[in-house]
């Protein structure tokens, strides 16, 4: 039987579920008024085709969507609505829409219109491509001057646009089949989202150098059309081999490696909580504790006080990260935090110092922020930290670290976190970030070699915005993009896509892995009026006291038939052999383990795993 929805999601609040559109071999799902999975012959054509409207810190509109109609027909359908969205100071804009498809075309046109002006810092359509098989393939850009460029989709993560002033993008779907998705109505450009996890490149309106927000003047129509063409050459009665079988096949892979550490953040804000909570930290066992302080926010001596009283109650390493104010020389503000730390009795192992206005984004076209030079921030931190390990990077996201790349040649290790819910936040998006992960780790490899590598803190719920002026209050507990509290994080779901998180990022041979707080928003502990089971813990508990348990074990990986249904690795604590299983979908999955040997006491070849379920099997080979 399938869990309670509260259990496995936080709320009660359910997705509207998608309605399934085809024409032939065509298919698309829509979601809200925007397509989803559009697919051809089975096969996933581009990710997303959405009309979408920002406000001012890239927060997104949700439309009331009205007079929609729908229309099935043998090897069409057709879609049509209007959009409104109510800005700031009663400002309005409606947006007509028309959506039609046959068995090798589909057309998504919109128009948009406002009354009253409307400020926002971009309107228009976004096309997602996927990543998995189209990373470093062919394409064909045709840009706005007619001009055609035969090149690749980026294999390693590009900090900035790949392609601009675009016009059209055709790429292999499978082969002898080829898909032209052409734009029209204003100039398009595409950004590459693996550097914020979004499992996609990104082709969007309104190229960044130009100013945002701006404004949509009253009574002025905005017009764009998004065309895909489908051509099939293989002939008619040809059809993709799929793989139909109903069973999930889990087998060994071949890499090999250490489990990380696991980390906890504690925040000034959560010492007092932490504290009370010592019963519990010393039931998970954390290898890390990682520290923040923020002089800009008001941190002082009295919160290295309270991080001095927290590392008495636990026996792993501790380190201290320092957002930088850079209102003075870097020297004399490092030399002043060490101060502060020697008279607060605090004996960080480590310290991680990053610039305060690093952790906001520079888009493409934006100046940088005044900052001192990197070399002169970590040259005043080994003078004033002397004998303690210095590490740097970004405290923000990938995307910081990509685009502002530290000189890691006096770093002791390099560190960013992730976020799943900058751009999307429903069921379905957050659980394909887990896609780019891999990508993000690999491309920081060949940025900075062997170095030892950090991540964290990394959670569904987003600490900092470093796109807009703060992060999304979420009172109602909804799922929303660039929430500072998100429901999932207390339900089954954050549990799963926690586990799954540490699976994607096994093949980095990370130092550290922080996946959460322990008390608070990020926390394994749920506040007093959050109902969850199991005496206050949030599900997400389990995950992080597991894998802290086997913080040092080998791992070997384990390939999937079906990576978007369910994930896997075997841990070798001690001298056991313990097969993980994550399962990151809402419905119940059948695993086949035949190519495994299981422990006496075990018997079948095939389990059945419920909806964002964790199971784990011994094994006897």
């Given at each position: 039987?399938?869990?309670?929805?509260?259990?496995?999601?936080?709320?009660?609040?359910?997705?509207e579920?998608p309605?399934?559109l085809?024409?032939?071999k065509?298919?698309?799902?829509?979601?809200?008024?925007n397509?989803?999975?559009?697919?051809?012959?089975?096969?996933?054509?581009?990710?997303?085709?959405?009309?979408?409207?920002?406000?001012?810190d890239?927060?997104?509109?949700?439309?009331?969507?009205?007079?929609?109609?729908?229309?099935?027909?043998?090897?069409?359908?057709?879609v049509?609505?209007?959009?409104?969205c109510?800005?700031?100071?009663?400002?309005?804009?409606?947006?007509?829409?028309?959506?039609?498809?046959?068995?090798?075309?589909?057309?998504f046109?919109?128009?948009?219109?406002s009354?009253?002006?409307?400020?926002?810092?971009?309107?228009?359509?976004?096309?997602?491509?996927?990543?998995?098989?189209?990373?470093?393939?062919?394409?064909?850009v045709?840009?706005?001057?007619?001009?055609?460029?035969?090149?690749?989709?980026?294999?390693?993560?590009?900090?900035?646009?790949?392609?601009?002033?675009?016009r059209?993008?055709?790429?292999?779907?499978?082969?002898?089949?080829?898909?032209?998705?052409?734009?029209?109505?204003?100039?398009?450009?595409?950004?590459?989202?693996?550097?914020?996890?979004?499992?996609?490149?990104?082709?969007?309106?309104?190229?960044?150098?130009?100013?945002?927000?701006?404004?949509?003047?009253?009574?002025?129509?905005?017009?764009?059309r998004?065309?895909?063409?489908?051509?099939?050459?293989?002939?008619?009665?040809?059809?993709?081999?799929?793989?139909?079988r109903?069973?999930?096949?889990?087998?060994?892979?071949?890499?090999?490696?250490?489990?990380?550490?696991?980390?906890?953040?504690?925040?000034?804000e959560?010492?007092?909580?932490?504290?009370?909570?010592?019963?519990?930290?010393?039931?998970?066992?954390?290898?890390?504790?990682?520290?923040?302080?923020?002089?800009?926010?008001?941190?002082?001596?009295e919160?290295?006080?309270?991080?001095?009283?927290?590392?008495?109650?636990?026996?792993?390493?501790?380190?201290?990260?320092?957002?930088?104010?850079?209102?003075?020389?870097?020297?004399?503000?490092?030399?002043?935090?060490?101060?502060?730390?020697?008279?607060?009795?605090?004996?960080?192992?480590?310290?991680?110092?990053s610039?305060s206005?690093?952790?906001?984004s520079?888009?493409?076209g934006?100046?940088?922020?005044?900052?001192?030079?990197?070399?002169?921030?970590?040259?005043?931190?080994?003078?004033?930290?002397?004998?303690?390990?210095?590490?740097?990077?970004?405290?923000s996201?990938?995307?910081?670290?990509?685009?502002?790349?530290?000189?890691?040649?006096?770093?002791?290790?390099?560190?960013?976190?992730?976020?799943?819910?900058?751009?999307?936040?429903?069921?379905?998006s957050?659980?394909?970030?887990?896609?780019?992960?891999?990508?993000?780790?690999?491309?920081?490899?060949s940025?900075?070699?062997?170095?030892?590598?950090?991540?964290?803190?990394?959670?569904?719920p987003?600490?900092?915005?470093?796109?807009?002026?703060?992060?999304?209050?979420?009172?109602?507990?909804?799922?929303?993009?660039?929430?500072?509290?998100?429901?999932?994080?207390?339900?089954?779901f954050?549990?799963?896509?926690?586990?799954?998180y540490?699976?994607?990022?096994?093949?980095a041979?990370?130092?550290?892995?922080?996946?959460?707080?322990?008390?608070?928003?990020?926390?394994?502990?749920?506040?007093?009026?959050?109902?969850?089971?199991?005496?206050?813990?949030?599900?997400?508990?389990?995950?992080?006291?597991?894998?802290?348990?086997?913080?040092?074990?080998?791992?070997?990986?384990?390939?999937?038939?079906?990576?978007?249904?369910?994930?896997?690795?075997?841990?070798?604590?001690?001298?056991?052999?313990?097969?993980?299983?994550?399962?990151i979908?809402?419905?119940?999955?059948?695993?086949?383990?035949?190519?495994?040997?299981?422990?006496k006491?075990?018997?079948?070849?095939?389990?059945?795993?419920?909806?964002?379920?964790?199971?784990?099997?011994?094994l006897?080979?």
């Open positions: 039987m399938k869990p309670e929805p509260f259990l496995l999601y936080g709320t009660r609040e359910a997705e579920p309605v399934h085809s024409a032939g065509l298919s698309a799902h829509l979601a809200h008024g397509l989803r999975t559009v697919a051809y012959d089975g096969v996933e054509v581009l990710r997303a085709v959405s009309y979408l409207v920002r406000d001012r890239w927060g997104t509109y949700h439309p009331t969507i009205e007079d929609l109609k729908i229309e099935q027909q043998d090897g069409s359908f057709a049509a609505y209007r959009a409104r109510n800005g700031p100071e009663a400002t309005e804009l409606a947006v007509d829409v028309r959506i039609y498809a046959s068995r090798h075309d589909l057309v046109e919109a128009e948009a219109i009354k009253t002006g409307f400020e926002t810092n971009r309107c228009g359509f976004c096309i997602l491509h996927p990543i998995v098989g189209v990373a470093g393939t062919p394409v064909t045709e840009h706005v001057d007619g001009q055609r460029e035969e090149t690749r989709f980026p294999d390693l993560i590009d900090p900035w646009q790949p392609f601009k002033d675009m059209a993008i055709t790429h292999t779907v499978l082969p002898r089949v080829m898909a032209e998705c052409r734009m029209e109505g204003d100039t398009f450009e595409m950004e590459d989202q693996r550097n914020w996890s979004d499992a996609s490149y990104k082709t969007y309106v309104r190229p960044l150098a130009l100013p945002w927000p701006y404004e949509i003047a009253a009574d002025e129509p905005i017009r764009q998004i065309v895909l063409t489908i051509d099939d050459r293989r002939g008619g009665a040809t059809s993709w081999a799929r793989n139909d109903r069973s999930i096949k889990i087998e060994r892979g071949q890499n090999r490696g250490v489990m990380p550490s696991i980390g906890l953040i504690v925040t000034p959560e010492t007092a909580s932490t504290l009370a909570a010592r019963e519990v930290l010393a039931e998970i066992k954390p290898q890390e504790l990682l520290f923040h302080f923020d002089p800009i926010a008001g941190h002082g001596i919160a290295l006080q309270g991080f001095a009283a927290v590392t008495k109650l636990h026996a792993g390493k501790s380190t201290l990260e320092i957002a930088l104010p850079c209102k003075q020389s870097p020297a004399s503000e490092a030399a002043d935090i060490a101060q502060q730390i020697k008279m607060a009795g605090f004996r960080p192992d480590a310290v991680a110092i610039p206005v690093d952790r906001q520079t888009p493409p934006s100046k940088w922020p005044e900052c001192p030079p990197l070399e002169d921030i970590y040259a005043a931190a080994c003078a004033a930290f002397p004998g303690i390990r210095l590490g740097g990077g970004m405290l996201y990938f995307t910081e670290l990509n685009r502002k790349r530290v000189p890691a040649v006096a770093l002791g290790f390099i560190t960013h976190c992730t976020n799943p819910i900058v751009h999307a936040a429903d069921d379905l957050v659980m394909q970030t887990l896609e780019a992960l891999p990508f993000i780790t690999r491309s920081v490899r940025i900075y070699g062997d170095i030892p590598y950090r991540i964290g803190p990394s959670t569904i987003m600490r900092q915005n470093p796109y807009g002026s703060r992060t999304m209050d979420n009172p109602a507990g909804s799922r929303i993009p660039m929430a500072n509290t998100d429901p999932r994080h207390n339900g089954l954050g549990e799963a896509f926690a586990m799954a540490a699976i994607q990022l096994l093949g041979h990370l130092e550290c892995l922080t996946l959460s707080a322990l008390t608070g928003s990020f926390g394994l502990i749920a506040g007093r009026d959050e109902p969850v089971a199991d005496g206050g813990k949030r599900p997400v508990f389990n995950t992080v006291k597991s894998l802290a348990a086997l913080a040092g074990s080998k791992w070997q990986a384990c390939a999937s038939s079906a990576p978007s249904g369910v994930l896997a690795f075997i841990a070798e604590p001690a001298s056991a052999k313990i097969l993980h299983l994550v399962n979908t809402a419905e119940e999955q059948q695993i086949d383990l035949s190519p495994f040997q299981l422990q006491g075990l018997s079948g070849s095939f389990l059945k795993i419920g909806p964002y379920a964790i199971e784990r099997i011994a006897a080979d």
